[in-house]
């Protein structure tokens, strides 16, 4: 499939990137802003969700039902999420009408009017989200697990903030906080898609044409390593116990993510992976059980998680360090690296047929990198991986005492 990456950068620091993928009739267009909760105050909990809420209830320009309706009237379809480290307003549309969607997402970061009465409606609609995920198990488990690896840092706390401090934001704090890092050059505007690079620079300079903030330079607070809790237990009105292992890992720079990416595919990644096929098929211990890895800008975390019966708790965590064990006392041999390689391999080039995954993609790797990878470089370095790199890295990570061990289960008293 053709394609063509370009990347200009605006004499006001916003960086403009484009993939061109002439064969498709449709465009994804996203705005990001290097900032997610990590880089949050305690009292500023929550902040970055927020804000992602509040941009949609209205800008300087348009109203609220015309913000829903500037996408979807043409077929399209507009949304954002919060992540620790960033934040992305995204639209997707036909090719036809991507002056509309990047006019749109502009529109959203750079003139949000954050109406004081729409601000104290959002609050309940929030504090509502917290109380979905709060009980849900699974995800109530990895709230724990980031508390637990990251104590007394904004990378322990949930994206979404905690009650406290949501209720306590006003419209003065959202301006402060929106004046300090949505700025120019800690935003990214990534479009994938049939579009022309030159035109859609011309689209981001004329959004950006009348924006007063400056570039500011923010200091984020590093995570010093620190020794997990080994053992955590929460007790809860549920049916099934949730038990995850976890430990840090390797940050997005470190040359070894790659062969940590390769053994997450092999150690838990779909129905032949180990854990699937060593502790659901052979013990029948659980319906969901896989193995995970975050990647962030100076640190890292893998784990594995699995949902089971309260009375195999303990048995099934021995199973799963079992597994941990054999990577880490015997190399895998090719063709089994083979496989993994090729099921990572396959995963990346289905997503590339969707341009919201190539628009994602190239924005994440300009916020961490500064630099674009193609395909061939990045199955190149899939290809360089090494049974050796395997057992190594699993060497580095999977020592029990690395681990710490939560478990959410059910509350016998009830």
């Excluded at 699995?306 to 941990?324: C, N, P, Q, W, Y």
């Excluded at 997503?351 to 190149?380: A, T, V, W």
Aim: some cysteine; aromatic content about 8%.
């Amino acid at each position: 499939m053709p394609q063509l990456f370009e990347k200009t950068t605006l004499d006001n620091g916003v960086r403009v990137l484009s993939e061109r993928i002439p064969s498709v009739r449709s465009i994804s267009v996203g705005a990001w802003v290097h900032a997610g909760s990590r880089d949050e105050q305690p009292s500023e909990a929550g902040m970055c969700h927020f804000i992602e809420h509040m941009v949609f209830k209205g800008t300087t320009r348009r109203r609220m039902h015309h913000i829903a309706q500037r996408m979807e009237n043409v077929g399209g379809y507009l949304n954002a999420f919060t992540s620790k480290e960033y934040t992305c307003f995204y639209a997707r549309a036909l090719d036809e009408h991507v002056a509309r969607a990047v006019d749109t997402v502009c529109d959203l970061v750079l003139n949000p009017s954050l109406p004081e009465k729409e601000i104290e409606r959002e609050k309940d609609v929030v504090i509502e989200e917290m109380k979905m995920y709060d009980d849900t198990p699974e995800d109530r488990v990895f709230d724990i697990v980031e508390e637990t690896l990251y104590p007394d840092h904004p990378m322990g706390r949930p994206v979404i903030g905690v009650e406290d401090s949501v209720r306590g934001f006003t419209q003065a704090d959202m301006q402060e906080f929106m004046d300090r890092y949505y700025v120019p050059n800690r935003m990214v505007i990534a479009l994938a898609g049939n579009v022309d690079h030159a035109k859609a620079v011309r689209m981001v300079e004329k959004a950006f044409r009348d924006s007063t903030r400056a570039p500011n330079e923010v200091v984020r607070h590093t995570v010093e390593p620190e020794r997990a809790k080994p053992m955590v237990v929460e007790e809860r009105p549920i049916q099934q116990a949730h038990l995850v292992l976890a430990s840090t890992a390797y940050d997005v720079h470190d040359p070894r993510r790659v062969s940590l990416s390769v053994l997450n595919t092999l150690l838990g990644g779909g129905m032949s992976s180990r854990l699937n096929q060593n502790i659901r098929e052979r013990y029948g211990y659980c319906y969901n059980i896989y193995s995970f890895v975050n990647m962030h800008s100076d640190t890292g975390d893998f784990g594995v998680y699995m949902g089971t019966d309260a009375s195999r708790v303990e048995h099934a965590e021995k199973l799963i360090f079992r597994e941990l064990d054999k990577l880490r006392q015997k190399p895998v041999t090719g063709r089994t690296l083979d496989r993994a390689r090729s099921q990572v391999k396959g995963s990346i080039m289905l997503g590339l047929e969707s341009m919201g995954s190539r628009m994602m993609r190239i924005g994440r790797q300009e916020l961490y990198y500064g630099s674009y990878f193609s395909l061939d470089e990045i199955l190149d370095m899939l290809d360089a991986v090494t049974p050796g790199d395997l057992q190594q890295t699993a060497q580095d990570l999977f020592a029990r005492e690395r681990f710490s061990v939560v478990r959410l289960i059910p509350n016998t008293k009830s």
